[in-house]
């Protein structure tokens, strides 16, 4: 069946820029997360929804980002006002039910280019 | 919170030798341990997981890691590498008690297969 997907595969923007970046999880799953990772790191933690719900958003960097899930499937990661800082491969995953014992599922992410 | 440290960055290893990727956890509860591997121009795909009893975990292409709570370690090893085995290997943490914790990973180890 079909993986989680994410587009676009690559993002350039400059300086400033708002960009919105999509994930489809795997159909059924109700969990999704975001991460992203930065060069030479490994992902780091942004956002679990369980649902339509951001059940931990403790990893959002600041109030620049934001992401919604507003159907329960789709979802989009939404950056103001970008930096060059915010250059990373942004990874998305989905779990069937969001309990840690349940494999997540990773896209092959978005890399993001702020110039 | 929880921690991972992956000391190694990079690990050359002969075809058909043993290799052994280390992981140090950090953490003051109970936790569940992951091995996750990002082969070139793939996403991220679970190798394999701790989560209770037998400390000795395995995946299916020969890889295993052993959990050991009084070093705090997961490292992952394999008594004979192959070509194939060329990849990013991430070391992950989570804590037991809280079943929808995220996920925190380490820096990541990448696996050179000399030929």
């Known amino acids: 069946g079909a993986g989680v997907s994410q587009t676009p595969s690559n993002k350039v923007t400059e300086k400033g820029k708002y960009v919105e970046l999509r994930c489809d999880p795997i159909?059924?799953?109700?969990?999704l997360y975001w991460y992203r990772q930065s060069l030479g790191q490994g992902p780091e933690f942004l956002i679990y929804?369980?649902?339509?719900?951001?059940?931990?958003d403790s990893g959002l960097p600041n109030d620049r980002f934001f992401a919604v899930r507003p159907e329960g499937s789709v979802s989009t990661l939404k950056i103001q006002r970008t930096e060059r800082g915010d250059s990373a491969v942004y990874l998305c995953?989905?779990?069937?039910?969001?309990?840690?014992?349940?494999?997540?599922?990773f896209g092959p992410g978005t890399r993001l280019t702020v110039l | 919170a929880q921690s991972v440290t992956q000391l190694d960055s990079q690990v050359p290893v002969f075809e058909e030798a043993p290799v052994e990727l280390r992981c140090n956890y950090s953490?003051?509860?109970?936790?569940?341990l992951f091995w996750y591997v990002q082969y070139p121009n793939q996403g991220l795909q679970l190798l394999l997981k701790?989560?209770?009893?037998?400390?000795l975990v395995k995946s299916i292409n020969g890889f295993e890691a052993e959990f050991n709570k009084s070093q705090t370690s997961f490292h992952l090893r394999k008594p004979s590498v192959h070509i194939s085995d060329t990849a990013e290997y991430f070391c992950?943490?989570?804590?037991?008690?809280?079943?929808?914790?995220?996920?925190?990973f380490g820096k990541g180890t990448r696996l050179h297969i000399l030929p």
């Open positions: 995953a989905s779990s069937p039910t969001g309990q840690i014992n349940n494999e997540q599922f």
């Open positions: 159909s059924g799953h109700t969990a």
């Open positions: 929804f369980q649902g339509t719900g951001a059940a931990d």
């Open positions: 953490s003051s509860v109970s936790v569940y």
């Open positions: 701790y989560l209770s009893g037998s400390t």
């Open positions: 992950a943490v989570s804590a037991s008690w809280n079943r929808d914790d995220k996920i925190i």
